[in-house]
């Protein structure tokens, strides 16, 4: 039996433009700034949600019981980004050393989420989350006799161009 894998490129060269069964996470990319973020080992997208809880009194033709019920609003929506990566001396994209300036400088970054190969151009150019952030976070981890890493964290800043839900202009 073909793993997720061969299956996926098996039914894309079957049917171009639809690819089918598990998405590997490999295929779903992180781009700060112009460049993917390099040597990345695992990012994590949040959709994040204030929401308010609201109890009212029943109306007074209904029972007590209607009563025990809370209302439940949003109130507002964030995004925050995770990446995780390895160190490299000759990295050729957004590592640890391209990345930290961003932060210190404090400077708003565009952050686009996108499937790597996808079968047109037009999916491929297409992301499924892009916008203004900011980094809010970075860590270096530097075990001895072991690969360096690092750690970065981001949170949008103010509403993103492309997510899940929002209405295409």
């Known amino acids: 039996m073909a793993n997720n894998n061969e299956a996926s490129t098996l039914d894309l060269q079957a049917s171009p433009g639809a690819l089918t069964g598990y998405i590997n996470g490999s295929d779903l990319l992180l781009k700060i700034g112009e460049k993917a973020v390099g040597h990345c080992t695992s990012h994590t997208v949040t959709f994040n949600s204030e929401t308010k809880e609201r109890a009212v009194k029943p109306l007074a033709s209904k029972g007590v019981a209607h009563g025990l019920w809370k209302e439940k609003g949003v109130t507002s929506l964030s995004i925050s980004i995770s990446a995780e990566g390895l160190r490299c001396y000759d990295e050729t994209e957004n590592g640890f050393d391209e990345v930290a300036p961003m932060w210190g400088k404090g400077s708003v970054v565009t952050v686009e989420c996108y499937k790597r190969g996808a079968t047109d151009a037009a999916a491929a150019a297409t992301p499924y989350l892009k916008g ?7 860590e270096e981890n530097s075990p001895a006799q072991d690969d360096a890493t ?3 964290q981001l949170e949008n800043a103010g509403e993103p161009d492309v997510y899940p839900g929002k209405a295409s202009a």
Not at 132 to 138: E, G, K, L, R
């Open 150 to 152: 690092y750690t970065v």
């Open 132 to 138: 203004n952030f900011v980094v809010t976070s970075m």
